[in-house]
């Protein structure tokens, strides 16, 4: 080392060493982070586009013509969210960690919260992939996913499709002042713009079924015509925001517990993505 390096570093003191130090880290934590990032894109992208290929994306589900949904549906929709449990636990940390990042208080209490907030990328990725491999392991599409975790989270056990995790400004167009916020992108946001959306397809898909079938339910056919006529009228509308149809509530009303259990504002927002580009996929994370 040169004597003025050595002179610059004797005055410096330890308060730059330290930041030397931090730069370093954060410098080589950064390339890890970006090339980890990279990769679990890749993984979550193919493993998607493997179980699209087998089985029917949101926009090509169609709900079961007797209005119910089978026990064995159930069981497999969570023992999917039973086997994603570590990955939700994980990224849901680092969604708190952005949360914590928004909040008062010292420099390496946010340089904390930076370290385990710059993971979201790498854990929404580990996630979805987690996801992927898990739903074709139990031969269920994502579609068919998309549509137990909407009537059974957000119609039934009533949580908001909204629910982030995240701090937002009341006005999306107002200066978010660097604070890492979840955008909305849609009439009610994105979360309950998608799910709309996706709904709507399902339940007209489910209707034309329906319709075609020579001994159904009548009643069904007319509850599912009234409810799409409702949601294509008023743009605030929920699906099944009055109340899910009987045989819908019966088959789920065994399972309220672990359906409970398996939920998480944090991660909801990430949960329904289809990396695929069908016409299911869901919201992300701006940083401003």
């Known amino acids: 080392m040169s004597s003025t390096s050595s002179k610059w570093l004797a005055g410096c003191g330890i308060g730059c060493l330290v930041l030397v130090a931090i730069i370093a880290v954060i410098g080589y934590g950064g390339f890890t982070f970006v090339r980890g990032t990279i990769e679990g894109a890749q993984e979550a992208t193919e493993s998607q586009a493997a179980l699209n290929q087998v089985l029917p994306p949101p926009d090509a589900f169609v709900p079961w013509p007797d209005g119910s949904i089978p026990n064995d549906r159930i069981e497999r929709f969570l023992a999917v969210r039973e086997e994603l449990a570590q990955a939700r636990t994980d990224l849901a940390g680092s ?85 890492v916020v979840m955008h909305s992108h849609g009439p009610d946001g994105a979360g309950a713009y998608q799910y709309r959306r996706m709904m709507i397809g399902m339940l007209r898909r489910q209707f034309d079924q329906v319709a075609q079938g020579d001994s159904l339910d009548g009643q069904l056919k007319d509850l599912l015509a009234g409810e799409i006529e409702a949601l294509v009228l008023n743009d605030d509308r929920l699906p099944w925001q009055d109340g899910l149809p009987t045989q819908i509530q019966e088959a789920l009303e065994p399972y309220r517990d672990r359906m409970e259990m398996s939920y998480s504002a944090e991660t909801n927002p990430f949960e329904l993505l289809d990396l695929h580009g069908s016409g299911g996929s869901f919201s992300g994370v701006e940083i401003d």
């Open 95 to 179: 969604v708190s960690g952005i949360e914590r990042m928004n909040q008062e208080g010292s420099f390496f209490s946010k340089l904390g919260s930076l370290r385990e907030g710059a993971g979201v990328g790498g854990h929404m990725f580990d996630f979805l992939a987690a996801r992927n491999s898990a739903l074709l392991a139990h031969e269920m599409g994502l579609g068919e996913y998309a549509y137990i975790y909407g009537v059974g989270f957000y119609a039934w056990l009533g949580h908001d499709p909204e629910d982030r995790g995240v701090s937002a400004p009341v006005d999306d167009d107002a200066p978010s002042r660097g604070r």
